[in-house]
């Protein structure tokens, strides 16, 4: 029996490739879909605007990372639930309408919007104590001013505002009117505070030395405990 050879065009052989090349894509088993299975973010249901922020935050960074639909999304969250979040998520998973309704209702209802004169009042209420670092208490503070709606302050009204509930000791080396922004005043804080530890020689000089209420002027206690400030409240 001869051999027969056959012929191909070269738009038949292209043809063919293409037809190969399209049955071993069909026959590729699917990705799969990105979920929240690995992500490391958690919400127990804590009623801390600074807790429920992070949390946000991170799951809509993570989303947006690994590319997860909206609606991969709103069917995985509840894997990122423990303690009460997950109580509350069965009574109200049916009233999400899109992954980022779920993020509204968990801010409404576990972080509420406050009013502004209570945000004023967390603002004011505490002035920086001898044991508080620069960067902490700046931090915090500036976190509550950016609850304020309409970012109604500006950088120079803020600066008045945290500048006001320093403690003493940095108001007396850094003048109000050399500080030209918040990372004005925290590298000249920081640099304060080392030039601080390095003449204080430590903690064993801070024993020798109790520290002095920046309030009354006594030793032994801090502002925070001071009872002539309280009885004064």
């Known amino acids: 029996m001869s051999n027969q050879v056959i012929q191909m065009t070269t738009e038949q052989l292209q043809q063919l490739i293409e037809a190969i090349k399209g049955s071993t894509v069909a026959a590729a088993p ?15 249901g804590n009623r801390d605007h600074n807790i429920v922020e992070e949390f946000i935050t991170n799951v809509i960074t993570y989303k947006e990372v690994e590319k997860i639909s909206d609606e991969d999304a709103l069917r995985g969250l509840p894997l990122l639930f423990y303690s009460l979040a997950t109580t509350w998520w069965q009574g109200v998973r049916k009233e999400a309408t899109s992954f980022d309704h779920a993020m509204e209702m968990i801010r409404s209802h576990f972080s509420p919007t406050k009013p502004s004169y209570q945000i004023y009042q967390d603002i004011f209420q505490d002035k920086q104590g001898d044991g508080t670092a620069i960067d902490t208490f700046i931090c915090e503070k500036r976190a509550l001013l950016a609850q304020l709606p309409d970012n109604r302050h500006d950088e120079e009204t803020q600066l008045d505002f945290i500048y006001g509930l320093l403690n003493i000791k940095y108001r007396k080396k850094i003048p109000r ?4 922004s918040f990372k004005d005043l925290l590298n000249k ?5 080392l030039t601080i530890d390095e003449s204080t020689g430590g903690d064993e000089s801070h024993k020798k030395n109790p520290k002095r ?4 002027g006594y030793r032994g206690h801090t502002f925070d405990n001071c009872r002539k400030r309280k009885q004064e409240d």
């Open 213 to 216: 209420c920046t309030h009354c």
């Open 30 to 44: 699917a990705q799969s879909k990105g979920t929240f299975g690995n992500c490391q973010a958690r919400f127990g």
């Open 177 to 180: 009117d050399e500080v030209t």
């Open 189 to 193: 804080g920081r640099l304060l505070e």
